[in-house]
């Protein structure tokens, strides 16, 4: 079984570019996750996604931060503008529902210069 | 709200035995989870408890719940190098999973 695909592995951006980021979640995953993971510290939810409606976004800076999963498949994940502090490591994950255990990609590392 | 906390260092020399300890504030959460990140890598899911065990054993790991303190525990039997990572505790709380900010494991001969 295929696991959950993130791309680009890294990207280096200057301060007020524009970025986005995608995740395809294991085949038959209802639940799709964002989380930034900022060095030194743990994972923190950005959106979660239930199918391809939102369940929680409560995290995610809606002012440069936005996130999308129309077919309830794919996810991207875009920053504009992207601001120093927003480099961090941006890990998908996806699980068959809520409550159960979630499968994470490996992960974008995102430096923003 | 949802917390949950971790001692950031643990060194143990090789062959002992790691005990990784974490405090969470939900009581209500349904299932805790052990992750470990090796460098550069993702997120890998160890094992994880359901609330209503007490005790969960995997080969050499074993997952301890104590509900009223809320305390969770993995221990690592006979930690080799390959162990050196950092593990995260996390909760499923509220419909999601949140982390604690890990414990990095390190090995001395």
């Known amino acids: 079984e295929a696991g959950v695909a993130q791309s680009p592995r890294y990207k280096i951006i200057e301060k007020r570019q524009s970025v986005a980021f995608w995740c395809n979640p294991i085949?038959?995953?209802?639940?799709l996750y964002w989380y930034q993971q900022i060095l030194g510290q743990g994972p923190k939810l950005l959106i979660q996604?239930?199918?391809?409606?939102?369940?929680?976004d409560s995290q995610l800076p809606k002012d440069r931060f936005s996130a999308e999963r129309l077919k309830g498949v794919d996810s991207t994940l875009k920053i504009q503008p992207a601001k120093l502090e927003d480099s961090a490591v941006y890990l998908c994950?996806?699980?068959?529902?809520?409550?159960?255990?979630?499968?994470f990609g490996q992960g974008t590392r995102l430096t923003v210069v | 709200g949802e917390d949950v906390e971790q001692s950031l260092f643990l060194s143990v020399r090789e062959g002992d035995s790691s005990v990784i300890n974490c405090t969470y504030t939900?009581?209500?959460?349904?299932?805790l989870y052990w992750y470990k990140q090796e460098p550069g890598a993702g997120l890998q899911l160890l094992t994880y408890?359901?609330?209503?065990?007490d005790m969960k054993q995997d080969q050499r790991l074993t997952v301890l719940l104590n509900k009223k303190d809320k305390h969770l525990s993995l221990r690592i039997a006979d930690t080799q190098t390959g162990d050196s990572a950092i593990y995260f505790c996390?909760?499923?709380?509220?419909?999601?999973?949140?982390f604690g900010s890990g414990t990095r494991l390190s090995i001395r001969p």
């Open positions: 085949s038959g995953h209802a639940t």
């Open positions: 996390a909760e499923f709380s509220s419909a999601k999973i949140i």
């Open positions: 939900d009581s209500s959460s349904t299932y």
């Open positions: 996604f239930q199918n391809n409606g939102v369940v929680d």
């Open positions: 408890i359901f609330s209503n065990m």
């Open positions: 994950a996806s699980s068959t529902d809520l409550n159960t255990e979630a499968f």
